[in-house]
């Protein structure tokens, strides 16, 4: 029976008693919530970025197979642990104890050769150039990318580091995802003056002693990433020294139940408006904006440098997206904010290099031969 029709009925023959109890409440209720429509709490599904704004650009470059590889997939990571499992106690029927103990500590200790290599810090280019100048270059041999404040992009490759006066050269954000960058590499942070946005996510050698070096960046620092680091809770007490701090990123670290129980303490000692996230589960390398590096019109040319287009400028943001456009709480909107650079086949090729040279891949065999001690012996 219709509402309209109980409620006629109801009028024409003036009974005490309603007709239908329940179209007449559904009625009373839907009068009610036409006179207090403002006030109604209505749940709703939040809507995807993609349908608040709809040319927002995808940020999060697809992982096909062909871009990670089947040994780095899910599967093959299996695989290869099956086979170097295997190889270890077979290894270990033939290699006495006391041997590949002295294996695993020259390994160690030329791991750490390699490493350091890497993160040399030039000072004959810091005294002739400046302290800026050699942390650019230090930053693109550890296969990074950084962005000066004079610059309108980024710079990833040391053939197109150009800056108009050499005196100009102020680092503005550091770009250092899966690079090998150390502790004694993170030297060179003391020297620089002005560095609103550092990311070190999956940096497989960044520690919490690294975090000891970030102290020189507090009067400037805004955003941070450390996903997928190798830090732990304990060196969090080192966050209180960013005053300026609005964004943090803690995904993907060691012992997630305790990061979670330990978050008013980081309220404690952070800034207000600082944003702690720790439910970004893309890998790093995944986020990236193309860098325009040639001139549409000369493809032998690069683009001229001009003033600073809002790369990091919440305003710019929100005015080229909508007003209250942007949510910190999704990390793809502050890696479009920054416009972090995607990672090139040249920059791919420069990571993957340091992190699977001989040493390295000699050092993980051995890891597996210590770790066949927990199996029984093959024969």
């Known amino acids: 029976m219709s509402i309209a029709f109980c409620w006629q009925f109801r009028s024409a023959t003036k009974a005490v008693l309603p007709i239908c109890n329940s179209c007449i409440h559904k009625f009373y209720a839907t009068q009610a919530l036409k006179a207090h429509v403002e006030t109604a709490v209505v749940p709703k599904k939040l809507p995807q970025i993609q349908e608040i704004i709809p040319d927002f650009p995808n940020v999060i470059q697809n992982a096909s197979s062909s871009e990670i590889g089947f040994w780095q997939s899910e599967r093959g990571l299996k695989v290869k642990d099956t086979l170097l499992t295997a190889t270890g106690r077979l290894l270990r029927l033939f290699v006495s104890i006391e041997r590949y103990n002295n294996y695993w500590e020259s390994c160690v200790v030329q791991n750490a050769r390699a490493v350091e290599k890497f993160n040399m810090y030039d000072e004959y280019v810091n005294t002739r150039h400046g302290a800026e100048w050699a942390a650019c270059l230090l930053v693109l041999q550890l296969g990074g990318a950084v962005k000066l404040v004079t610059d309108d992009r980024w710079v990833d490759d040391a053939d197109h580091f150009r800056t108009p006066k050499k005196k100009d050269c102020t680092i ?17 942070l003391h020297r620089l003056g002005y560095v609103r946005y550092l990311n070190v996510a999956d940096c497989p050698h960044f520690t919490n002693e690294c975090m000891t070096r970030l102290h020189p960046l507090a009067d ?17 007490s080192y966050l209180r020294v960013f005053p300026r701090l609005r964004w943090l990123n803690l995904s993907r670290l060691q012992n997630p139940d305790k990061l979670t129980a330990l978050l008013p303490y980081l309220y404690e000692i952070l800034p207000p408006e600082c ?18 590096y040639r001139s549409s019109r000369d493809s032998n040319r690069d683009q001229s440098l001009d003033k600073n287009p809002g790369i990091g400028d919440p305003v710019v943001f929100n005015q080229i997206y909508g007003e209250n ?17 995607k990672q090139s086949e040249r920059r791919r090729t420069q990571l993957t290099a340091m992190n699977t ?3 390295i891949a000699m050092k993980t065999l051995v890891e597996y031969i210590k770790k066949a001690e927990k199996y029984p012996p093959l024969l």
């Not at 503005?172 to 060179?188: E, K, P, Q, T």
């Open 357 to 359: 040279h001989s040493k």
């Open 172 to 188: 503005d954000a550091i770009d250092l995802r899966n690079s090998c960058v150390s502790y004694n590499g993170l030297r060179f």
């Open 275 to 292: 944003v702690v996230v720790l439910n970004d589960n893309i890998a790093a390398e995944r986020y990236g904006t193309l860098i325009p």
């Open 220 to 236: 400037t620092l805004e955003y941070l990433d450390v996903s997928g680091t190798q830090i732990s809770p304990e060196s969090f």
């Open 325 to 341: 456009a942007l949510k910190v709480q999704d990390v793809s909107h502050v890696h479009q904010m920054w416009k972090t650079p």
